[in-house]
């Protein structure tokens, strides 16, 4: 079982940035393939970001250039840096890492940017 617990969110003017942090405990917890998904109010859940095992990134194209992924194996924390943030961005955050052909996910935190 994999526990997902993510962090720093709150709220922040438009154009400012927020770090949310994701940290992953558990006898087989890991960081290697990790993402980052939100749903606003209304709306389904998206995919925001992804790291795989290998390094590689990608991400959503309407936050191309403004968030950034990252991740330390040994903290098993992965992070998601949010910046030039919108309005468009408010939603509930959750992150979510793929052990042993199963996906778990974070109880969720929120993140709203007033205008």
């Known amino acids: 079982q994999v526990r997902l617990v993510e962090s720093g969110g709150g709220l922040v003017q438009a154009g400012g940035s927020l770090r949310l942090s994701c940290t992953a405990s558990?006898?087989?917890?890991?960081?290697?393939?990790v993402a980052w998904y939100r749903q606003a109010p209304g709306k389904q859940r998206e995919f925001v970001a992804r790291?795989?095992?290998?390094?590689?990134?990608e991400y959503i194209d309407s936050v191309k250039g403004r968030f950034s992924i990252s991740r330390d194996f040994v903290k098993k924390t992965v992070y998601l840096q949010m910046s030039s943030l919108k309005p468009e961005d408010t939603a509930v955050y959750y992150c979510?890492?793929?052990?042993?052909?199963?996906?778990?996910w974070g109880q969720g935190i929120q993140v709203t940017v007033s205008s």
């Open positions: 979510s890492s793929f052990n042993g052909g199963a996906q778990y």
């Open positions: 558990g006898k087989s917890a890991n960081v290697a393939h």
């Open positions: 790291m795989y095992g290998g390094g590689n990134s």
